[in-house]
């Protein structure tokens, strides 16, 4: 849970997190949230990491995955009303609209503590949102990102003026805060076999296996 030695203002929401693990995995070929970086499956290691910086956290699903989870895990499914990645995290919010929410999605396999523990750190509640971003590109990392519930509100009013579901173009054109990692490869996304081969070789010669 969340180290509350820092006191919050009592206005600023809580802060939950949520696993990104709907996705259909079409380029990797295979449930990107059951691949194992770690010894676990990935969205487990994430549900796990983001228990240790949240008030509360939840693995964001589609309603027709089979997934057999630890039982003490708590789940939203998608509402499927939304494209893309918002269909999830608007599900969230639609389901605790007071909380900020700290997203990951799953094919994160180099996030650690240390980073998220930064993020949050960084976090500022009055934008509407704290996203982090590579200082090669400076542009907002959508799926790593903390998403204030004003800047949610301000989301869904987006989607229906819009034709754009992409949260990094909504991120880009409206008041949030940047962070940054301490290094770039932190954000690197695993997408096809070919980068999962490769971020399981750079864990293993990391861990020096």
């Not at 990107?32 to 509360?56: A, F, I, W």
């Not at 990692?181 to 750079?202: C, G, H, M, Q």
Request: charged share 30%; aromatic share 10%.
């Amino acid at each position: 849970m969340i180290n509350h030695e820092k006191k919050m203002d009592r206005d600023t929401p809580k802060l939950y997190g949520l696993v990104l693990a709907g996705g259909k995995s079409t380029r990797m070929g295979s449930d990107k949230g059951l691949l194992k970086y770690h010894s676990v499956p990935q969205q487990e290691y994430l549900y796990n990491l983001l228990d240790k910086v949240c008030d509360k956290v939840f693995l964001s699903m589609r309603k027709e995955q089979k997934v057999d989870l630890p039982t003490d895990f708590n789940v939203i499914y998608d509402q499927n009303e939304y494209r893309g990645p918002f269909n999830g995290i608007l599900s969230a919010h639609k389901t605790h609209p007071n909380v900020a929410w700290l997203v990951l999605a799953c094919d994160l396999p180099l996030i650690n503590l240390s980073s998220l523990e930064k993020l949050v750190k960084k976090r500022d509640s009055e934008r509407f949102a704290t996203s982090f971003a590579t200082k090669k590109s400076d542009l907002p990392e959508p799926l790593i990102t903390i998403w204030e519930p004003k800047g949610l509100v301000k989301a869904m009013t987006y989607l229906e003026t819009t034709e754009s579901s992409c949260p990094r173009k909504f991120l880009i054109n409206s008041e949030i805060a940047l962070a940054y990692p301490e290094r770039d490869e932190i954000l690197y996304n695993a997408n096809s076999l070919e980068d999962y081969e490769f971020v399981k070789t750079k864990i293993a010669l990391s861990d020096g296996v």
